[in-house]
């Protein structure tokens, strides 16, 4: 894979979808590892007050900081290529979205496809908005740095 290969894209799509898509140069399980692993989370999210993921169908997670806090159910799930949950931002219904994440083997490594369908077009502004897109390179970048063990 060349560097061009590795660089987050985000696209909006239609009136409500942002889809971000990522190459990690690790294999499906171990990016799914990072992404579920509540002891791994914090390595590529940051310090947290609360850290929670039940990686399952009728599972739910929160992750908190002192600012702010996602939650929500988790929707189906075939690890470790693909999940569906609910995220809910700090207790606003506004900004709710449905979000697919789809982890794919390429070469070596992983294509990362993640969707984020909100309720209309006026919460996926407001999520744009309010920086919910702005640190992807950075926090995607962390992800990619994350020592798993096999």
Same mark, same amino acid.
């Given at each position: 894979?060349?560097?061009?290969? $590795? ?13 971000? &898509? ?7 399980? &171990? ?64 900004? $709710? ?19 984020? &369908? ?5 919460? &996926?502004?407001?999520?744009?908005? $309010? ?20």
């Amino acid at each position: 894979m060349n560097s061009d290969s $590795n660089k987050l894209q985000v696209v909006q799509d239609g009136e409500t979808d942002i889809i971000v &898509r990522r190459f990690f140069s690790h294999p499906p399980a &171990r990016v799914w590892r990072a992404l579920t692993d509540p002891m791994l989370i914090p390595q590529w999210l940051g310090e947290m007050k609360r850290c929670e993921m039940d990686a399952r169908p009728g599972g739910s997670f929160h992750y908190e900081w002192d600012e702010f806090a996602f939650s929500g159910p988790v929707l189906a799930v075939d690890a470790p290529h693909h999940m569906v949950h609910v995220e809910h931002f700090s207790g606003d219904a506004a900004y $709710n979205a449905e979000i697919t994440t789809d982890l794919v083997a390429h070469g070596t490594g992983t294509r990362m496809t993640v969707m984020m &369908r909100y309720a209309n077009a006026e919460a &996926r502004a407001a999520a744009i908005a $309010n920086g919910f897109t702005d640190s992807l390179e950075e926090t995607y970048g962390k992800l990619e740095a994350v020592q798993v063990k096999e």
